[in-house]
């Protein structure tokens, strides 16, 4: 009966000092690192601050998605809409300046600066239409084009 009761405590006590180890493990990182995108700029740091609309595409030189989203965002043509690349190698302060840890990261903002839209990766291109006519830069019923291949 002694012998039991001492069996017993020894495994209750075994469970515990596992469980107590098991808890103390650390918990795996995250696969996708956890940034947050810039809501606000200051739109003296970029080319034409005085346009409405600036796309802001942060992107490195060993980036080939870059390439994809610039080729994307070149082809916007409006007189109120400017696109300017911030390319890691050439403008690092920006970068640092705005948190940018990952590219590319595309943004949307409006003459205050107040980013209105942003993406991080490669959006669709239905996306950015979307965001153009969403806020109105292009009006659908201007009978505009806005699709971006």
């Known amino acids: 009966m002694i012998l039991t009761i001492i069996l017993i405590l020894v495994i209750g006590l075994t469970a515990f000092i596992i469980s107590a180890l098991a808890n103390r493990r650390m918990p795996d990182s995250p696969s996708v690192p956890k940034s947050i995108l810039p809501y606000q700029l200051d739109r003296s740091d970029f080319n034409e601050p005085s346009i409405d609309w600036i796309f802001v595409l942060f992107t490195s030189d060993t980036c080939d998605a870059c390439d994809v ?49 942003s993406f991080a990766g490669v959006p669709p291109s239905i996306a950015i239409s979307e965001a153009l006519m969403n806020l109105g830069i292009v009006p659908p019923e201007s009978g505009q084009s806005v699709v971006i291949n």
């Open 69 to 117: 989203v610039l080729n994307e965002v070149s082809k916007i043509s409006f007189p109120n809409v400017v696109v300017q690349n911030i390319d890691y190698a050439t403008n690092k302060s920006l970068h640092v300046r705005y948190k940018i840890d990952a590219v590319p990261i595309l943004l949307l903002a409006d003459r205050q600066g107040i980013v209105q839209w």
